[in-house]
């Protein structure tokens, strides 16, 4: 399975994107995550579907010094899972 997160509230500058990246690599699930102008956080993960449900749970719940308003989810073709490697912070560096 293949999902699209996009990650609204205060999820910028409170080291959200390496909470994210640190749960989705213990669960073995590839991807990426990214901030966006927006203030938004936006993630793709692949995986099976307890771990994306693992993962969506952690999302929700957010970095300590986070709050997460809003989280959108949207399944994507599991053809995408080929595009993507070992999960990844985008923009990082």
Not at 23 to 30: D, G, K, V
Not at 53 to 72: I, M, N, P, Y
Not at 86 to 92: D, L, N, T
């Amino acid at each position: 399975m293949v999902r699209h997160y996009l990650i609204s509230g205060r999820v910028q500058g409170v080291g959200f994107r390496w909470f994210v990246h640190r749960e989705a690599a213990e669960l073995n699930l590839n991807g990426w995550v990214r901030n966006l102008p927006s203030g938004e956080v936006e993630c793709v993960a692949a995986g099976s579907g307890d771990k994306l449900k693992d993962l969506e749970t952690h999302l929700r719940k957010g970095s300590r010094g986070s709050r997460v308003d809003r989280l959108q989810v949207h399944d994507l073709d599991d053809s995408e899972a080929g595009k993507l490697g070992p999960f990844q912070i985008e923009g990082a560096w």
